[in-house]
């Protein structure tokens, strides 16, 4: 491209061989007709299956394609950051190419953008697509987090949105390594406007997140954004503390006043081990933050690039 693209479109590809023909004749149809110049930008991290040689295929055929290649797989937040960090636009819009959030939505961004917002996100209506359970764990996790949270995250709200490039500058801001892109999206702040939309189910192929990796994903926001669950457990204690103080008390006094010997072995046991097992969930919750520490501490980089093909490209 002769100059800089007005749009980036910011793509983290994760074993999505299956469907990247269809995103990319998709996208680039709806791109062609918004009048601004535009690059596809597509994040292969450690993809398993094809999908970097179906993305060189499909660069070839599309000069519009930049493909970042990370040396490994090291999950979508980073490889989220490594497109925004890697970005020309001056509008950068991270989308997924299972094609659940629908490309005709970016003529509402660029409309909003337009009337003057930095940052132009998409709710979904409903969440008719997913399971029961995904949508009953998908409530409980945004309502928990936002009361707990000094920063609140838009329910039903994913990555798919369009930010300013002083938007993505701000967010560049932020050092840590264990990222939660929701979070730090909502954190940077900046003139928002909300756009509403159904999602489609997946175009082709299975998601990569399952059940075990939607749980850890919930901690990592909670933990990245909240002390809360350490005060929890501060008053947690006080609260068992005085309570014991206080069955102690009565014990003693039934003891000294009325004579009462005191049995009872199996309630003893039964305390002990209550008390045994508050402390070592206490103790998960402080090593949750105490890990995040230790992992910050090293100070390693979010993403590391093996290859950058738009180089060789220019290099044509």
Same mark, same amino acid.
Not at 138 to 150: E, G
């Given at each position: ?171 560049? @801001?932020?050092? &840590?390594?264990? %990222?939660?892109?929701?979070? $730090? ?5 900046? =003139?928002? +406007?909300?756009? !509403? ?95 995040? @520490?230790?992992? &910050?501490?090293? %100070?390693?980089?979010?993403? $590391? ?5 738009? =180089?060789? +490209?220019?290099? !044509?």
């Amino acid at each position: 491209m002769s100059q800089a693209p007005v749009i980036s479109i910011v793509c983290p590809c994760f074993n999505e061989q299956e469907v990247l023909e269809t995103f990319t004749s998709k996208i680039t149809d709806i791109l062609s007709t918004t009048g601004y110049t535009y690059e596809l930008l597509f994040i292969n991290d450690g993809s398993k299956d094809n999908t970097f040689s179906v993305l060189k295929k499909l660069q070839g055929e599309n000069r519009h394609i930049r493909i970042i290649n990370l040396s490994r797989n090291f999950g979508k937040e980073a490889a989220m950051t490594a497109g925004l960090d890697q970005a020309l636009g001056e509008v950068i819009i991270p989308i997924d190419a299972d094609l659940q959030d629908p490309p005709e939505l970016i003529h509402d961004f660029l409309l909003e953008w337009k009337n003057g917002y930095d940052v132009v996100v998409a709710r979904r209506k409903d969440r008719s697509s997913d399971s029961l359970a995904k949508k009953i764990t998908a409530s409980l996790f945004y309502k928990f987090h936002n009361s707990i949270a000094q920063v609140e995250i838009p329910d039903n709200v994913g990555d798919f949105r369009l930010i300013t490039r002083k938007v993505v500058t701000a967010i560049q @801001l932020l050092p &840590e390594n264990q %990222r939660f892109m929701k979070g $730090i999206f909502s954190w940077v702040g900046f =003139n928002t +406007k909300v756009v !509403e939309y159904t999602r489609a189910p997946r175009a082709a192929g299975e998601t990569s997140f399952n059940g075990w990796r939607l749980w850890n994903f919930a901690l990592d926001g909670i933990t990245s954004f909240s002390t809360v669950p350490l005060r929890i457990w501060l008053y947690i204690g006080l609260f068992i503390s005085f309570a014991s103080f206080i069955y102690g008390s009565i014990i003693i006094l039934k003891t000294l006043i009325m004579g009462h010997d005191v049995p009872g072995y199996p309630s003893l046991i039964a305390v002990v081990l209550f008390l045994g097992g508050i402390q070592l969930v206490g103790l998960g919750v402080m090593g949750e933050y105490i890990g995040r @520490l230790y992992i &910050e501490s090293k %100070r390693r980089p979010t993403y $590391i690039l093996e290859k950058d093909t738009s =180089n060789e +490209k220019d290099a !044509e």
